[in-house]
């Protein structure tokens, strides 16, 4: 993907997935890349579709919880871009369980019950459903891991103050909320999932992607009782499945290691798996666009006029 030069632009960032280009003062162009990242890494090879499903996606499910929570999208001008308002950030990132999963189920099984500052109960299995979504806040790092953080260090460290926090904390439970309930008419639990807030002036904002499969977990509900009670995996629809592969092929993120090359026919596979996860998510058929990239930055400067 070239890297676009657009009227009143100001500045450009090429993150681990989209390209983020801000026009003037207030806009953002998020233009979502085919890049897959795992283990803080880019993969070597781009997944084709993959920046399509993950823009369509987030546009839907920004579109269905808009009147749970403002949000920045203000044009989906192409398949894989997304304009909006420039917020200024929140140094964190709003992560919400549902199950005991992940993350959440490594603390677990160490011994510890206290993850994030929540006070976890005794006897879950992995994948559980918590008593009630938990939120377990992580730092967002500019270079490195993001590291978790209780409510109380981010109010101390001015993160966020204590009245930001109570809205964060209730925009990010009621967009679950709506994640949840638009996931069981498709056939599906949110198992987990994170959520970016900034401010525009005084008001809070949802930024970013949500509920997309880079973003969030799923599990199928069609048997996910038998499987918890008889201690199997649950099927889930992200993209775990990509991260199991590199670990069986011994490729966790870590120093002096080696990404494994990626075959054809796996690139192939996970992208049949994005489209897969989109269909599920939305309902709809996905309708792959092959714009050119001429097309896609005349549709970007159109919406920007």
Known sequence: ????????????????????????????????????????????????????????????????????????????????????????????????????TGHAWRTYSSGKR??????????????????????TPSTKADE???EDISKEEIIAKGLATQDEWNTLEKYALALFARGKELAAKRGLILVDTKYEFGKLGDEIILMDEIHTPDSSRYFYADGFE???????????????????????????GKENQTVPEMPDEWIDTISKRYIELYEQVTGKKFVPENRSDEATYKAIVEALA
């Open 226 to 252: 038998e499987r918890q009670a008889k201690g199997e995996r649950q099927k889930q629809l992200s993209k775990e499945f990509v991260r199991e592969w590199l670990m069986e092929n011994n490729f966790m």
């Open 1 to 100: 993907m070239p890297q676009f030069q657009f009227p009143n632009q100001t500045n450009f960032y090429k993150g681990k997935v989209r390209d983020v280009y801000t026009i003037g003062d207030d806009t953002l162009v998020m233009v979502a890349s085919d890049r897959i990242s795992a283990f803080d890494v880019i993969l070597p090879k781009p997944i084709p579709y993959k920046g399509q499903v993950l823009n369509q996606v987030a546009a839907e499910m920004l579109k269905a919880t808009q009147d749970v929570c403002p949000n920045w999208l203000t044009a989906v001008p192409a398949p894989n871009v997304s304009i909006g308002k420039k917020c200024v950030p929140f140094k964190i990132e709003m992560v919400v369980r549902g199950n005991l």
């Open 114 to 135: 206290i993850l994030c500052g929540v006070n976890l109960p005794e006897g879950l299995k992995e994948n559980d459903f918590f008593p009630a979504p938990i939120i």
């Open 144 to 146: 490195g891991h993001d």
